[in-house]
């Protein structure tokens, strides 16, 4: 079963146009779980642009399901998630200023780098992720760093995917036949939607887990969260 992660950011970007509490970021986990979302996703940025440090504190006893937390490994980061213990960290080699998360890791480069993190979150007891590009090369070294998963980036595959799916899954589908190789869970995500979603989790053996925000958040503006959560999981559903 591939389990569905909200990524609910962008419900803080709304909510930070007016700097108050509408909508709230603590409700909406809240209900997204109770339609059925099976974990909560967040990315808190330094310059706290959605998801705030506060918000990590408040979400961490409403998130009764799994709580995910991405982003780039630096001090600060680190402590705050060792502090909070979610059930996963998803480790994200993004520029400050980037405006969205726009590369995996060369694990190769930053090997040492990577083992020396994920060790200290492994003996916090909290399972990590390490995002990567469809790159079955990268995968040994994603290994070797000792991390659980792989988080594949899928913004080629949702790019490509309307162009022709089958060339678009193909570096995906090398990717997770080795990462199962080697004994690595995989997770998906980045511009994932209603769209391209079935394709992908058809298509991808031993998905564990898909985080989808911006498409679902917007989504959810037309047919409702409720409606929208219940969507995303009948596509992930296997009958
Ligand atoms: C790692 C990843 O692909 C997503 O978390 C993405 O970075 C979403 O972040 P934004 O909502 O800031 O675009
Ligand atoms: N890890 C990907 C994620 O959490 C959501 O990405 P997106 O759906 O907002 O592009």
Redesign the pocket.
């Known amino acids: 079963m591939t389990k569905l992660s909200v ?1 609910i ?2 419900i803080a ?1 709304l909510r930070n146009a007016r700097g108050g509490d509408m909508p709230s970021v603590t409700e909406a986990a809240v209900k997204i779980q109770e339609f059925g979302g099976q974990g909560i ?1 967040i ?1 808190p ?1 330094p310059d706290e ?2 998801i705030t440090r506060k918000d990590v504190y408040d979400l961490k006893p409403l998130v009764t399901t799994e709580f995910n937390i ?1 982003g780039n490994p630096h001090r600060e980061f680190i402590d705050m998630v060792l502090d909070v213990r979610p059930e996963q960290v ?1 480790l ?1 080699p ?1 520029a400050d200023d980037a ?3 726009n590369a995996g890791w060369d694990t190769r480069k930053h090997l040492d780098f990577l083992t020396e993190i994920i060790a200290e979150f492994k003996n916090a007891g909290i399972r990590t992720s390490i ?1 990567l590009d469809p790159q079955p090369e990268l995968v040994e070294y994603a290994a070797k760093t000792g991390a659980d998963r792989i ?1 594949l ?1 899928t ?1 080629a595959y949702a790019k490509n995917y309307i162009v022709d799916k089958e060339s678009a899954i193909k570096p995906y589908y090398d990717t997770a036949v080795v990462a199962a190789n080697f004994g690595l869970g995989l997770n998906a ?3 994932l939607s209603l769209d391209n979603l079935k394709y992908f989790a058809d298509n991808i053996p031993n998905l564990l887990e898909v ?1 989808i ?2 498409a679902l958040v917007s989504e959810a503006l037309y047919m409702g969260l409720e409606n929208t959560v219940q969507a995303y999981l009948k596509r992930l559903a296997k009958w």
Do not use: P
Request: cysteine-free; overall charge negative.
């Open positions: 990524n950011n962008k970007t996703t990315h940025r642009r959605h991405e998803t994200v993004d405006i969205t998360s995002f988080e980036y913004e995500g980045h511009d985080s925000g911006h």
